[in-house]
């Protein structure tokens, strides 16, 4: 009989205030949506990081004709120079740091170049001597780059030690940047949702103060008056929650492992699977600010 009056009440005020409701239900939807956006970024951060990183490969580029670097006063790489820097990567020393390698020519980096940098007009204007011979290193432990960076850099005929971990730090910076910029979004939209449910259970409590009037006079329970007005805040809210799940299934779904994975099969992409480990902490948050809002806005204007 209590849970039919909770029920019948808690829907008597979602009529009465129904525009209300759609606004706080739309509010929670795009502000945990954006939580559900930076939750995917950052898995998708970890899951780049954990399939690059095993990939990551130290270029040894070798001196040219253009070089400038101070070990390379003496011009470009020699043959012995070159057999030696060879010889220490077959070395025993070596062998702990260096999983396997291949020599690149100028030759094949032009290619390569042209290949990468194909849509621009200067791809075509660079020649072979332009561009360094190198070792491209694959490591046992990408982790050790900077042993095997001390133990090349000094050589004659060793321009620069490259390690394509430094590039993939930038690109996650950027990507880590995008996570805090979406979760500072998250959280203003989260506030505004916490003063909507607010706002709408206070004009719930005003428009039906008689009831809760007679309510009180009958001597009804300081729980029975107020779950009505704390079911309308937290139904509100799951709903957006709700809606929000949905959208952050469908981005992980339709955009990432549908778009991006079919465009990039190279690169490790997070499955919509594993999108569903955010629905909790989406009805979570929801459940939070529901009810503190609620709580906080029913202490102060139902005197009960």
Excluded at 111 to 132: C, G, H, I, K, R
Excluded at 273 to 278: D, F, G, K, P, R
Aim: charged share 15%; net charge negative; hydrophobic share 50%.
């Amino acid at each position: 009989m209590r849970f039919a009056f909770i029920v019948s009440e808690t829907l008597s005020g979602i009529r009465r205030n129904l525009s209300m409701v759609i606004s706080v239900v739309l509010v929670t939807f795009i502000s945990l949506t954006f939580v559900g956006s930076a939750g995917l970024l950052q898995m998708q951060i970890n899951q780049m990081k954990g399939y690059w990183y095993d990939r990551v490969e130290v270029a040894i580029f070798l001196c040219n004709d253009t070089s400038t670097a101070a070990s390379c006063a003496g011009g470009a790489v020699t043959d012995s120079q070159r057999e030696a820097i060879e010889a220490q990567l077959d070395s025993q020393q070596a062998s702990a740091y260096v999983e396997s390698y291949e020599y690149e020519s100028q030759e094949q980096a032009l290619e390569l170049f042209q290949d990468q940098y194909s849509n621009l007009d200067m791809a075509e204007s660079v020649t072979a001597d332009q561009l360094p011979e190198s070792f491209r290193v694959s490591l046992v432990n990408p982790e050790q780059y900077e042993v095997v960076n001390e133990m090349f850099s000094g050589m004659p005929g060793v321009e620069v030690v490259s390690d394509q971990r430094e590039l993939l730090e930038s690109l996650f910076s950027l990507m880590n940047i995008a996570s805090v910029i979406a979760i500072a979004l998250a959280v203003i939209m989260l506030i505004t949702a916490i003063l909507l449910i607010a706002t709408t259970i206070r004009l719930s409590a005003f428009s039906r103060r008689r009831e809760t009037g007679i309510m009180r006079l009958v001597g009804a329970s300081k729980t029975m008056i107020q779950l009505p007005f704390l079911a309308e805040g937290v139904v509100a809210a799951m709903l957006g929650a709700a809606l929000a799940s949905l959208a952050t299934w469908a981005i992980a779904k339709f955009f990432i492992a549908d778009w991006l994975a079919t465009e990039y099969p190279q690169t490790g992409f997070i499955s919509s699977t594993e999108a569903l480990w955010l629905v909790p902490l989406l009805f979570a948050i929801a459940l939070i600010l529901a009810a503190v809002s609620s709580m906080l806005t029913l202490r102060r204007y139902l005197k009960v």
